[in-house]
């Protein structure tokens, strides 16, 4: 069975890419442009990992991390905040929020499969 | 969908965030203190820098990440917008625009401006408040070699961790040595859906393993908080690989466990606790189901199984077990759960997918040619079955009308897809304002209204250029100087009002500014010293407003003694021309002028009165006809040799002979047996043009005569009528100025040099 990954991403471009990537290495895809719209597609999607990023219009990675883990069904699920903030202190901050791991953009294919296989069983 | 695709896609998206970043910055600079606006901004710059660093466009990378620094000190709250700081982040995102242009066209940026920005910017972030004149200082920037290489590039690099002080180690491990480990996972590991079993098999992936679980914090059942952490493991590692690469495994559990990683003392045979090399089958935890019970259950993920391949070495097996069958039965229910919200979500998913779509340009432009042959082959099927069925009370007849109802249908709906709003290019030029105003010491607000109003695309993109140059014509010779303006009592600042709005079928663009108006006395000067009109000539305000598009008005050296309008503005009204719209401009001496244009919609249809003139066929545009009407004798007065007049409702208005502007024939026809078409023309005055007959009204498929052709004045364009006849669609304004008196000449026969650039 395929792995599902439900990613959130405002930018195009990104979705873009990281739709490319994961269906070439063989991921079902599914697709959120913002918080707000990633926990609704969230419901019933059932990912096997989310990938956020963190600067979003309407509910940021921040917010919808919170939102993942408050919710009962997906609170165990990983995900990785995609940012190009590699700093410290955004790394806490989606820490606290729950996230299990991050990948820093601009993420090369292989880094994302990577880190997507380091989650995931 | 390949990685060029993605790159077009990218610059789509630049273009819409730079947008975005303007609009926000103006927002800003409006004294807008909402935070999402801020976020916008920011996020903006981020997103560009985001798809930049994708596609290593580095000079891209470095300036978006300065700009994106001090962005994040607005955010958060450490640097004030202020003016001044709004001024260099509005000549940074200029800057990020050129960048994002040069990346995708090739080509190169003001190289010393951008330096000099990266400068002020850093200068913002570090704290420190602009220089009252920015602008001199980004140019006395020097282009020194050392540029400031914008801040950290590892801020970008995917670098994992680094623990320095584990350097000398990495030698030692070289030739593989035996590390112990000790893990203990607090509960928010598993919370943050991390997971043991995962780190462990990562683990065993650098080298030769041996695991022990402690499980000694196991409590009885009853006592159990499933979500508890309650093992431990000690872990012996023989591996190549150093330290580091081991606490990279770990790193995203880092903060939620104890952890620790140390060289094994060489031998110790006995172990305190007896480690037992335990078959810790990681392997279960690959994707792959090969076992039947696994592809029974597919949701059942890692957790189960690395729990029963835990329970198997532990000494609890029971206790273990009931609680893997706890999870299991869980995990179940989540999963029938689930299965009908999937359908909801797909259909949800389905329609918010169905907002937007991006199509071809050229794929739109082919639809649109193959709706007009569609309207002209309807057309010619209509005429032949009339011609053919007199009566016209066939059901074929019936038929073809709903045909006609639905070709209308069908290619308006063709229009609306290109129709786009003016926002792009009403954005473009509050930076053109900001430019000339900075360039000639001014102080000038830009606003806007009815940016979204939707013209089509072909109008739009037509439009930047003309707009562009009385932009600057209105910032350079229309405001005044700050000191001018003090002195006349008004706000130091000027303001220009650029307004888009829909009339009767048409765009109306109005350009407004709030500076001195016209000087009449100069431009009547002006024209009489280039022999444009008599030193005698009696002319009206407007009339004399209106000099100023006259060809040969003024060129770009005389031009700066005046300190009104005329920068090439013949040019301009011909480009508006071109576009089938009219420019015209009001003024009052001391508080402004204002230019109006109207333009058509679309280029590719037209709704015109087919009329004959002298055997031949013309279209005349039904937006510039006001009424028709049928001259009566007595309503006509001859007014010197070779003018008429028509009296209408108590108003004289001049008779235009049609036919004899246009050459179609020597002397002028008898009014009284034609049709005259009272016309609006972009000066404001009426004209009744004469024309023998109308034939109807029609929606006709503009066709070029200029790329068929040549051009022809007083001519617009062409079209084919439904018997397959060429029309010529009249040029009213090109007739209407012909019978003020200028002979229609070839406007190609002008001096072809562009006073476009001269205004800069």
């Known amino acids: ?121 | 969908m390949d990685m060029n695709e993605i790159k077009e896609i990218f610059f789509q998206e630049c273009e819409e965030q730079l947008a975005e970043l303007e609009s926000g910055l103006l927002k800003l600079n409006d004294g807008d203190r909402d935070p999402e606006t801020v976020n916008a901004v920011f996020r903006a710059v981020h997103s560009i820098k985001g798809g930049a660093g994708a596609f290593g466009l580095d000079d891209l990378v470095s300036f978006a990440h300065v700009f994106e620094t001090t962005l994040d000190c607005v955010r958060s709250n450490r640097l004030e917008p202020t003016p001044d700081v709004l001024k260099v982040m509005l000549k940074s995102a200029d800057v990020l625009a050129d960048l994002v242009t040069a990346s995708r066209d090739g080509g190169s940026v003001d190289a010393a401006r951008s330096r000099g920005l990266v400068k002020e910017l850093e200068a913002l972030a570090n704290g420190e408040l602009p220089a009252p004149s920015v602008h001199t200082e980004a140019a006395a920037a020097k282009p020194a070699e050392a540029a400031p290489q914008p801040t950290d590039e590892s801020g970008f690099q995917p670098i994992p961790f680094s623990f320095d002080g584990f350097d000398e180690e990495d030698e030692v491990t070289l030739e593989g040595s035996a590390y112990e480990i000790v893990f203990k996972p607090r509960r928010e590991l598993y919370s943050k859906g991390n997971e043991a079993a995962l780190l462990l098999r990562d683990l065993s992936r650098l080298g030769e393993m041996s695991i022990h679980c402690d499980t000694d914090a196991l409590p009885a059942l009853d006592q159990m908080d499933p979500e508890e952490a309650y093992f431990a493991w000690k872990i012996s590692l023989k591996t190549t690989r150093g330290e580091e690469d081991i606490r990279t495994v770990f790193e995203f559990a880092e903060w939620d466990c104890d952890l620790e990683v140390k060289l094994a003392e060489p031998a110790r045979p006995d172990e305190e606790q007896p480690m037992v090399p335990v078959p810790f089958d990681l392997s279960i935890l690959d994707e792959t189901p090969t076992s039947e019970e696994e592809s029974e259950e597919p949701s059942a993920s890692g957790i189960v199984a690395a729990t029963l391949a835990a329970a198997e070495t532990a000494t609890n097996v029971t206790r273990l077990a009931s609680v893997a069958a706890r999870v299991a039965e869980r995990q179940e229910a989540s999963a029938a759960a689930a299965a009908p919200a999937i359908a909801a979500q797909n259909t949800a998913a389905a329609s918010s997918a169905g907002q937007t779509i991006r199509v071809d340009l050229d794929r739109v432009d082919r639809l649109i040619n193959l709706v007009g042959e569609l309207v002209i082959n309807q057309a010619m099927l209509s005429q032949s079955v009339i011609e053919n069925d007199a009566t016209g009370t066939s059901s074929i007849n019936m038929g073809l009308e709903e045909l006609q109802q639905l070709t209308r249908e069908i290619q308006d709906s063709v229009m609306a897809i290109r129709a786009q709003p003016v926002k792009p290019v009403f954005q473009r030029m509050s930076r053109i304002v900001r430019e000339v105003a900075d360039m000639v010491g001014k102080s000038i607000r830009l606003v806007t209204e009815g940016e979204n109003t939707e013209v089509d695309k072909t109008v739009i993109d037509k439009l930047a250029e003309p707009l562009t140059h009385m932009i600057r014509n209105a910032v350079d010779h229309g405001i005044e100087t700050p000191e001018k303006r003090e002195a006349a009592g008004k706000s130091p600042e000027g303001t220009i009002k650029l307004t888009a709005k829909h009339r009767s079928g048409r765009i109306l663009i109005e350009l407004q500014d709030d500076g001195a108006g016209i000087n009449r006395e100069r431009v009547r000067q002006k024209a009489i010293d280039n022999d444009l009109i008599a030193a005698d000539a009696n002319l009206t305000d407007d009339e004399i407003d209106n000099l100023i598009f006259m060809p040969g008005f003024s060129t770009a050296d005389k031009i700066s003694d005046i300190s009104g309008r005329g920068v090439g503005m013949d040019v301009v009204k011909r480009s508006i021309q071109a576009l089938g719209g009219r420019i015209s401009i009001s003024s009052r001496p001391g508080h402004g002028s204002t230019f109006t244009m109207s333009l058509p919609l679309t280029l590719a249809v037209l709704d015109g009165m087919v009329v004959t003139v002298a055997g031949q066929t013309l279209v005349v545009p039904l937006t510039a006809i006001v009424e028709t009407l049928q001259p009566e004798a007595s309503a006509i007065h001859s007014f010197g040799a070779n003018h008429r007049l028509i009296s209408i409702r108590n108003s004289f208005c001049p008779l235009v002979d049609v036919g004899r502007i246009l050459n179609f024939r020597a002397i002028q026809a008898n009014p009284v047996e034609g049709v005259a078409l009272l016309v609006e023309s972009e000066g404001g005055g009426q004209r009744a043009l004469m024309v023998d007959a109308i034939q109807g009204q029609r929606q006709v498929v503009i066709k070029s005569l200029e790329a068929n052709y040549t051009h022809v004045p007083g001519i617009a364009a062409a079209t084919i009528l439904g018997d397959g006849r060429v029309a010529l669609i009249l040029d009213v304004d090109a007739v209407v100025a012909a019978s003020r008196g200028q002979a229609l000449k070839p406007e190609l026969a002008l001096k072809p040099e562009m006073p476009l650039a001269a205004a800069g």
């Open chain 1, 1 to 121: 069975m395929k792995k599902k990954v439900l990613t959130v991403d405002d930018s195009r471009t990104i979705r873009n890419m990281l739709l490319v990537t994961l269906n070439n290495a063989g991921f079902e895809t599914i697709q959120a442009e913002d918080g707000v719209e990633g926990l609704e597609v969230l419901e019933g999607a059932n990912p096997d990992v989310i990938v956020t990023d963190i600067n979003m219009p309407r509910l940021d990675g921040f917010g919808f991390i919170e939102g993942v883990r408050r919710n009962e069904k997906y609170r165990a699920v990983p995900i990785l905040v995609l940012t190009t903030e590699s700093d410290q202190e955004k790394k806490n901050r989606a820490r606290q929020a729950g996230a299990t791991g991050w990948i820093v953009k601009p993420f090369d294919p292989a880094k994302l499969i990577d880190a997507i296989e380091r989650v995931t069983a």
